[in-house]
């Protein structure tokens, strides 16, 4: 139980264009999620929190027009990396809460490697 | 400031060789701590929520324990397929359930055939 999935798992674009990454808890309800940013070698980097049906809240330094983060569904949260250069080529993983299993618990999507050509 | 710290920042271990993982927190007041195993280009794997100082879970070879100050991932016998980095991480108790919960830098375990 508390499958979370994220597509694509890698993508390859260049530079100028958008890129959007799905999450979707597949066995729960998440009212909240999360997407974090992971750089090699490094711990997990919080980019925002997203709760169903409001504005994401973005993390200090963290360009809310340039990574747009939307939670329209109980079982989905999009990031979109608009005009994508190279310095954000990095892993983006997202996480889902559920309440009712384990508070506080973050289950991970298994991550979307992005590089930006 | 809340702050998470593992040690140690790498360790490598021969197969059936048991050992220790800490994870050290200063938080005002806890909610939850946290335990995850990533493997390289994934992303981090459930393993365990402790709420109060005294908890222990186990799970095969591993079991989490908490104290006021800290945690300790114990790994019993370890196999090679154990390797991995082990993540802990924090929920202080001011945050509600749904909010973020703060990392600390990993532990990188290696196990030896």
């Known amino acids: 139980g508390a499958v979370v999935s994220q597509h694509p798992s890698w993508v390859i674009c260049k530079s100028g264009t958008s890129v959007k990454i799905e999450c979707r808890s597949l066995?729960?309800?998440?009212?909240?999620m999360f997407w974090y940013r992971q750089f090699p070698k490094q711990s997990l980097m919080l980019m925002a929190t997203?709760?169903?049906?409001?504005?994401?809240?973005?993390e200090q330094g963290v360009e809310k027009d340039k990574f747009l983060i939307n939670h329209a569904s109980l079982t989905l949260s999009t990031l979109t990396v608009t005009s994508a250069h190279p310095e954000d080529s990095s892993f983006y993983i997202c996480s889902a809460s559920d309440p009712g299993r384990s508070p506080g618990t973050q289950y991970f999507g298994p991550g979307t490697r992005l590089l930006v050509l | 400031e809340d702050q998470v710290t593992q040690s140690p920042e790498a360790l490598r271990l021969q197969e059936g060789e048991s050992s220790s993982l800490n994870c050290s927190y200063t938080v005002s007041g806890l909610r939850g701590l946290f335990w995850y195993r990533q493997d390289p280009g994934k992303g981090p794997e459930f393993l365990f929520t402790?709420?109060?100082a005294g908890e222990e879970k186990e799970k095969e070879r591993l079991k989490a324990t908490l104290t006021k100050k800290e945690s300790f991932l114990h790994i019993t016998a370890p196999k090679p397929e154990d390797s991995a980095t082990y993540l802990c991480?924090?929920?202080?108790?001011?945050?509600?359930?749904?909010?973020?919960?703060?990392f600390g830098s990993g532990t990188r375990l290696s196990i030896r055939p």
């Open positions: 991480a924090v929920q202080p108790y001011l945050y509600s359930s749904a909010s973020k919960i703060i």
């Open positions: 402790l709420y109060s």
């Open positions: 066995d729960f309800q998440a009212t909240t």
């Open positions: 997203s709760n169903e049906g409001s504005k994401a809240t973005y």
